[in-house]
């Protein structure tokens, strides 16, 4: 369960051979796949785009945090892109173009998992 107040980071590099700039959105989602809500400014960066030599590498560092007067149990995490061709003009795109995201998930306040929850005492 997250609540007003609590923080998420994510850390880690997208590295991108896709000569288009991207906007990166990171959407939180309830266990009945509603979008939860997060704090204004949050959970967007903007990905570079590759040059004729080589792909970009974008750091990560963004602190995810719920809206005001929110709290909700989060069951995923979406990134979802959005292209800007106006960032770079005369690259096409190759065929073994990619974007790849490693990723890091920390929770500052911990985790806390109940166990009698996952396990099945019956097997």
Same mark, same amino acid.
């Given at each position: ?10 850390? #880690? ?6 000569? @288009?700039? %991207?906007?990166?959105?990171? +959407?939180?989602? =309830?266990?009945? &796949? ?34 005001? #007067? ?6 995923? @995490?979406? %990134?979802?892109?959005?292209? +800007?061709?106006? =960032?770079?003009? &005369? ?33």
């Amino acid at each position: 369960l997250l609540s007003q107040g609590t923080k998420v980071k994510l850390a #880690g590099e997208i590295v991108n051979s896709i000569p @288009l700039g %991207l906007d990166l959105r990171f +959407n939180f989602f =309830d266990k009945n &796949g509603n979008v939860v809500p997060l704090a204004e400014g949050c959970g967007v960066q903007k990905i570079y785009p590759c040059n004729l030599e080589s792909a970009s590498k974008t750091p990560l560092d963004i602190v995810l945090a719920l809206k005001e #007067g929110t709290s909700a149990e989060i069951a995923s @995490l979406e %990134l979802e892109f959005n292209a +800007n061709a106006a =960032d770079v003009a &005369g690259i096409p795109v190759k065929e073994d173009a990619y974007l790849q995201a490693v990723l890091q998930l920390v929770l500052p306040e911990g985790l806390t998992i109940d166990l009698s929850e996952i396990i099945d005492d019956d097997k």
